[in-house]
C-alpha cells in the first residue's frame, strides 16, 4: 500500500461526504415537488406526461397498489426489452448488422437489465445492434434506476408520515426521478465523458491497419450516454465487453474518478433525503456513517490484499502487488476501490477483473454482494435494503432498554419483523441454494475455469452477484448457457422483487402508525451506539450466513496460497 | 411492600417437578408452540433414528454420534426444564389459592329480602342476591348492596387485617372466598361459579390461560427467520462439500445447525413471559394479561392521583399565622378549642400542633359546658359555642363574611396571609371568636419522603408524571413543584381525566393510571395500563388490566419497571445467543471441513484438540449455557432509570460483546474438560 494509493481513496471519500447535503437537498425538493431551477423547463414536460398517464401529482397509492404499478411497469419493460432483442437483427440502427439475440441469453439480459442487475452473458460490441444498447438496454438502465429510487421514497415517506393510508404515487415518483435527477444528470456526465474521449457515435466499427500492418476492428459506438447512466443508475451493463476496463469506456484517471462518484452520489444522498424527510439529518448520517464503517473497512482489506500480491509469485522473485487482469494506468489502489465501489453499490461495472484478484481481495466484494449491497448500494435498493436490517438491529437490540423497538416513533412489530426477515431470507435463499445445486451439476460444473476453491468462488460469486442485482462476473464463468441463462435470470428476480414487495409491506404498515413522541427512554438512532449496532447486526445476521460458504471458497484458497500449494 | 409467596429461586419443592415435567413438556403438541425447539426436536429424531441404524450396522463412529445425539436431547429437556421451572412457581402459588377455594353454602335471598334459604355456593347465578353474616365465607364475587362489614381478604392479599366493605361508595366490592369477620352484608353475585376473581388469579399464575404477547410473537417471527436463514446455511454445506471431493456426516451438520439457530433465546422464551408475570404477583399486583406487563414497559404518562400518592392521605395542619394584636398562643388556644370534637384528620392535626407547639393540652369538652357546631356544606364552618361565646373555624370567604365589617385592617390581614399560604399550596383556615377575627391556621398536604427522587428517575426513564387532584390549580401548582411532577390536572373531574387520556394517546403516547372508584371506570379502561385498586368497585376492577391487591397507587412505578425488565431481558438474551454464533462457526467449521481442507486449520483460533472434541464441546455449551442463564430468565434483567442510550450501551456490552467473547472461553474450556476426561 502507498501513501498516494491511501491519497486517491480518501479524496473519492471527501467528494462522497461533500455530495451528501447538496444532492440530497436537491432530490428531496424534487420529490416533494418543490420548485427547483430546472422546474420552469421540466415543469411543463412533468405535467403532460401525467396529463397522457391519466395520473395527477396529488394522486395518492395505497403500498399494495404502488407495488402493483411498479410490478406491472416493469414486467412491460422486460416484454418490450426481450421482443427488442430477440427481433433486433430486423430492426433499425443496427450497422453492424447484429442477429437476432437467441431466448435464453434474451432471457436473461431482459430480466438483467430490468432488475437492474445489468449482469452480461453477452460481449455488447459482439451481441447487441445500436438499437437494442439505446432503446433497449439504456432505456431500462433509467428506468430500473428510477424504480429503485421511486421505491426508496416510498419507504422514506412512511417514516416520515403517520397515520396515512398512502405511501407515494409510483408514476410521478419514476417521472420525477427519471426527469429532474437521472436525465440532466446524465446529459452533463455524457458531454464530460465525451470531452474525455469517449467515443459517442452511431457510427460502425473502424477498420485500421495497425503499426504492425494487422488489420484491426475497432468497436464504437454511443458509448459516453450509456456509460454516464449504466455509473450514476448504478446499473454496470458496459457497452463493450470489457467494461470500465475498456480505454473507451474508462480512458483515463479523471474519467474514473468521474465514474465511482457517480456510482456513489445517489445511494449517498438518499440517506440524506431520509434524514431531511423524517426532520433530522442525522438519522440521515447514522446510516451513512454506518455504510460508511463497512466501506472503508471492505478497501482496506481489498487494498492489503491486491497491494501485498501473490505470495507463489514472489518465490519467483517478482515483487510488487497483483497486477494480473488489471489496467496499468489504475495499478492496484484505483482497482482495489472500483472494486469495493461496484459491489457495495449495485453497479457491477468493473475496470479490473475481480477474477484475478487475490482469494482475499475478492473476497471482499463477493462479502459487499452478500450483504445484500447495502453499503451506499444499488440506488434506492441500497437505501431499502439497509432499512430492512435497520428494522432487525432495533427489534433485537432495542429491546434492551426496556421498550417495544421503535424507529423514529414507529413501533417496530411483529408485520414489520416478518417482512425485514423475508427480504433478509431471500438473498441466502437465491445465492447459497443455486450455488449449491450448481457445483454438483455437471453442467453447472463444466462452465467454471479453474478447479479447486476457485472455481467454487467463480459459481458462488455469479449468483451472489445475480441476487444481489450487482451484475459484476468474477470471470471464468462461461455464463452464456440455457442452465447458467436461465437459473441466474430467476436468482436476479428473487433478489429483486422479494425484497422489494415486503420493503413496500413494511412502508404501508409504518405509515399507518402513530408516531411516538421521543423521550429520554426512546433509545436514540442518530448516534455512534446506534451505528455500531446497525454495523454488527449487519456483520453478524447478513454475514454470518456465508462463512462456511466463504470458507470452502477464498478463505482455504487464501490459507492454501500461504502455505504454497495450489489446484 | 410485597410479601413473598413463592419459593426462592432453587427450592427443590419446585425443581424436582420441573425435572418430570421436562420430559412431559416432549410432548410435541406443547413443543410446535416454540418453533426453535420444535426444529430442534425433529433433528434429534433425525439423528437418533440414524443412530441406530448405524448401531445396527455397526458402521461410524458410534461414541462420538451417540454423545452428540445425547446432548441435542439435552438441549430440548434444559429448554423444557427453563420453562417447567417458570411455571411451577406460579403453581405454588395456584395451589396455595386453591385451598382457600372451599365448597361454601350461601344464604340466597328469598321472597323480596324477607328471608332466605340456603344453598351450594357453585349454584349461584349472576343477578341473585346473598346474605353474608358473621363467619361467612363469601360464596362468590359481588357487589355490597347494603350493610357494612369487616372481611378477611387474606386469601386473596396475604394481609390478614381485615377490610372495611360497605355498600354504596368505592368500596362496595367483595371478593369470593374471603371471610366476613362481623356485621352482615347483602350482596348482588356478579360472577358465575368459575369465573370468580379467585378463579381467574389461579388460572393466571398457573400460565393455563397464557397467549403470546404481541411482542413475544414478533421476537418468535425473528427467531423462526433465523432458523430458517441457518437451515440454508447447513443444508447447502454437503453439496459444496462433495465439490470440494469431501464429505460431511449428518450428525455434524446438525450439530453446526442446532448451536448456530437461537436456541438460548428460543429455549427461555417463554420462561421470560412466565417469570415477568409471576413477580408481579409476587408484587401482589395481578396482571389480566401478558400483554399488559408488555405495556407496561412502553409507558410513557403516568397519571397519579395525588391524595395517597403524592401527599400523604390527609392535610395536616403546620402553622398558625395571627393578626395584628393576637398572640399565636391565643389563636393556637382558640383554634384548639374550635376543633376538638372535630374528628376529621384536619381538625385532629390542629388539635395536636397546638399541643406541640404551645404546650395546650386536651380539655373536656363537659367541664367547658361546649356545644360543637359541626360542619356543614351550607355554613362551610365548624367550632364550639361555650360560655356564651362562639368560636368558629373555616373557609376564609364563608368566615370574613361573617366577621365584623368594622375591622377593615384585620380583615385585609387575613386575605393576605391566605393568599400567602395557597400560593404555596396550602389550605387557609380563618379564625373568628365573637366576629372578631383571630387569624388563620395552615393546613397543608405532606408530600411523601422521597417521592421528589422517584419522579426524577422517572423522568430519566422518559416518563411524564401528571397528578390528578380536586385542588385548585394554584395549590395544585404548588404541590406539584414540591413533588416535582412534570404536570398537573387540577379540578379534575373524571371527564377530565377521561379527556387528558384520551389526548396524551393521540399524540401516540402510552398512558398509565390507577383508580378505584366506578367513575374511575371509563379512565381506566381507556388507558394503556388501567390498575385498578382491589379495595374499588367492581366496575374499576372489571375496567382495568391489572389488580392490585394491596391497593398501593404508588405501586404502579414499580409496575413499570416489571414490564420493562421483562423485554430488557427478552432483548439481553436475544442478544447473547445470536453473538454466540462467532464463536461456534469458529469451533465447528474448521473441524467440519478439516479432512479434505487441512489448511482450515487455520481457524481453528481457540485450538481446540480434535474436530470431534470441537463439536462436541460446541453443543455442550450450547446446551449447558441454557441451565446457566435460567436464573437470569427467571429474575429478569435489573432496570437502571439511566435513559436509555447508556441502558443500551450496558446492555450491549454485557450481552453483545460477552456474548461474543463468553463461547469462545467456555467452548475452550469444556474441550479441556472433554479431551482431559477421554470422551472422544
Known sequence: MTINGWIQILVFCGIIILLVRPLGGYMTAIFNGERTLLSPVLGPVERGLYRLAGTAEQEEQHWSTYAVSMLLFNLLGFLLLYLILRLQGSLPINPTGMANVPPELAFNTAVSFVTNTNWQNYGGETTMSYLSQMLGLTVQNFLSAATGIALAMALIRAFARKSTRTVGNFWVDMTRGTLYLLLPICIVMTLVLVSLGMPQTLGASVDVTTLEGAKQTIAIGPVASQTAIKMLGTNGGGFFNANAAHPFENPNAISNLIQMVAIFSIGAALTNVFGRMVGNERQGWAIFAAMGTLFLVGVAVCYWAEAAGNPLIHALGIDGGNMEGKEARFGTALSALFAVITTSASCGAVNAMHDSFTALGGMIPLINMMLGEIIIGGVGAGFYGILMFVVIAIFVAGLMVGRTPEYLGKKIEAKEVKMAMLAVLCLPLAMLGFAAVAVVLPTGVSSIANAGPHGFSEILYAYTSAAANNGSAFGGLSGNTPWYNVTLGIAMLMGRFLVIVPALAIAGSVAAKKTVPVSAGTFPTDGPLFVGLLTGVIVIVGGLTFFPALALGPVVEHLAITAGETF | MSKSRSASLLDARILW?????????????????????????????????????????????????????????????????????????????????????????????????????????????????????????????????????????????????????????????????????????????????????????????????????????????????????????????????????????????????????????????????????????????????????????????????????????????????????????????????????????????????????????????????????????????????????????????????????????????????????????????????????????????????????????????????????????????????????????????????????????????????????????????????????????????????????????????????????????????????????????????????????????????????????????????????????????????????????????????????????????????????VTALGLV
Open chain 2, 17 to 673: 417437578p420441573a425435572v418430570g415435567g421436562a420430559f412431559r413438556k416432549l410432548d410435541p403438541r406443547s413443543l410446535i408452540r416454540n418453533p426453535v425447539m420444535f426444529v430442534v426436536a425433529v433433528v434429534s429424531v433425525l439423528t437418533t433414528v440414524l443412530l441406530v441404524k448405524d448401531a445396527i450396522a455397526g458402521s461410524g463412529q458410534l461414541g462420538f454420534s451417540f454423545q452428540i445425539v445425547l446432548w441435542l436431547w439435552f438441549t430440548l429437556l434444559f429448554a423444557n426444564f427453563a420453562e417447567a421451572v417458570a411455571e411451577g412457581r406460579g403453581k405454588a402459588q395456584a395451589d396455595a389459592l386453591r385451598r382457600t377455594r372451599t365448597e361454601t353454602q350461601a344464604k340466597l335471598i328469598t321472597d323480596g329480602g324477607k328471608a332466605y334459604r340456603t344453598v351450594p355456593g357453585h349454584s349461584l347465578k349472576v343477578g341473585d342476591v346473598v346474605l353474608v353474616e358473621a363467619g361467612d365465607i363469601i360464596p362468590s364475587d359481588g357487589e355490597v348492596i347494603e350493610g357494612v362489614a369487616s372481611v378477611n381478604e387474606a386469601a386473596i392479599t396475604g394481609e390478614s387485617a381485615p377490610v372495611i366493605r360497605e355498600s354504596g361508595g368505592d368500596r362496595s366490592a367483595v371478593t369470593g372466598g374471603t371471610e366476613v369477620l362481623s356485621d352482615w352484608i347483602r350482596v348482588r353475585i356478579t360472577a358465575a361459579a368459575g369465573s370468580t376473581f379467585i378463579d381467574r388469579m389461579i388460572s393466571l399464575v398457573e400460565g393455563a390461560e397464557r397467549k403470546k404477547t404481541p411482542n413475544e410473537i414478533a421476537l418468535n417471527i425473528l427467531l423462526a427467520g433465523m432458523t430458517l436463514i441457518f437451515v440454508l446455511a447447513t443444508v447447502t454445506i454437503p453439496s459444496f462439500a462433495s465439490y470440494a471431493g469431501g464429505s460431511i456426516p449428518v450428525v455434524v451438520l446438525v450439530a453446526l445447525f442446532v448451536t448456530l439457530i437461537p436456541t438460548t433465546i428460543g429455549a427461555l422464551l417463554s420462561a421470560i413471559g412466565i417469570a415477568g408475570m409471576d413477580r408481579l404477583v409476587r408484587f401482589n399486583v395481578l396482571a389480566m394479561s401478558g400483554r399488559a406487563v408488555e405495556a407496561a414497559g412502553d409507558v410513557d404518562t403516568l397519571l397519579l392521583d395525588k391524595t395517597g400518592t403524592i401527599t400523604l392521605g390527609n392535610r395536616q395542619a403546620t402553622g398558625f399565622h395571627p393578626v395584628e394584636g393576637i398572640s399565636a398562643e391565643a389563636l393556637a388556644d382558640a383554634a384548639q378549642l374550635a376543633s376538638f370534637a372535630d374528628e376529621t384528620p384536619e381538625g385532629r392535626s390542629i388539635v395536636v400542633l397546638a399541643k406541640e407547639k404551645y404546650g395546650l393540652r386536651g380539655r373536656e369538652m363537659e367541664s367547658l359546658h361546649a356545644t360543637f357546631v359541626p360542619f356543614t356544606a351550607q355554613t362551610r364552618m365548624s367550632g364550639v359555642d361555650h360560655d356564651g361565646h362562639s368560636i368558629r373555624k373555616g373557609a376564609i370567604d364563608a368566615i370574613t363574611a361573617q366577621a365584623d365589617p368594622a375591622a377593615a385592617a384585620a380583615l385585609r390581614e387575613v386575605r393576605s396571609i391566605a393568599d400567602g399560604i395557597a400560593r404555596t399550596g396550602g389550605t387557609p383556615l380563618a379564625v373568628m371568636r365573637d366576629g372578631r377575627l383571630l387569624g388563620v391556621i395552615e393546613l397543608k398536604d405532606i408530600v411523601k419522603g422521597g417521592i421528589h427522587e422517584r419522579f426524577t428517575e422517572l423522568r430519566r426513564m422518559g416518563i411524564r408524571t401528571v397528578m390528578i387532584t380536586g385542588d385548585n390549580p394554584m395549590t395544585a401548582a404548588a404541590i406539584a413543584a414540591e413533588a416535582g411532577v412534570d404536570d398537573f390536572l387540577a379540578q379534575a373531574t373524571p371527564e377530565d381525566k377521561l379527556n387528558l387520556i384520551r389526548a396524551e394517546q393521540a399524540k401516540g403516547k402510552l398512558v398509565a393510571m390507577c383508580g378505584d372508584g366506578t367513575n374511575d371506570a371509563p379512565a381506566l379502561a381507556q388507558s394503556d395500563v388501567g390498575v385498578a385498586m382491589n379495595t374499588g368497585t367492581v366496575a374499576a376492577r372489571e375496567a382495568g388490566n391489572m389488580v392490585d391487591l394491596d391497593s398501593d397507587p404508588t405501586k404502579l412505578i414499580e409496575i413499570v419497571e416489571i414490564g420493562k425488565q421483562l423485554l430488557m431481558t427478552r432483548g439481553a438474551l436475544t442478544t447473547f445467543s445470536i453473538a454466540n454464533d462467532v464463536a461456534k462457526y469458529f469451533a465447528i467449521i474448521p473441524a467440519m471441513f478439516l479432512a479434505f481442507y487441512p489448511q482450515l486449520g487455520a481457524l481453528n483460533v481457540m485450538g481446540l484438540a480434535t474436530p470431534e472434541s470441537a463439536i462436541l464441546s460446541a453443543i455442550i455449551f450450547n446446551a449447558l449455557i441454557i441451565v446457566a442463564l435460567i436464573p437470569l430468565a427467571l429474575k429478569g434483567v435489573r432496570y437502571r432509570p439511566v435513559g436509555a442510550g447508556a441502558l443500551l450501551g450496558r446492555n450491549l456490552l454485557i450481552y453483545g460483546l460477552g456474548g461474543l467473547i463468553v463461547p469462545f472461553v467456555g467452548i475452550k474450556a469444556i474441550d479441556l474438560a
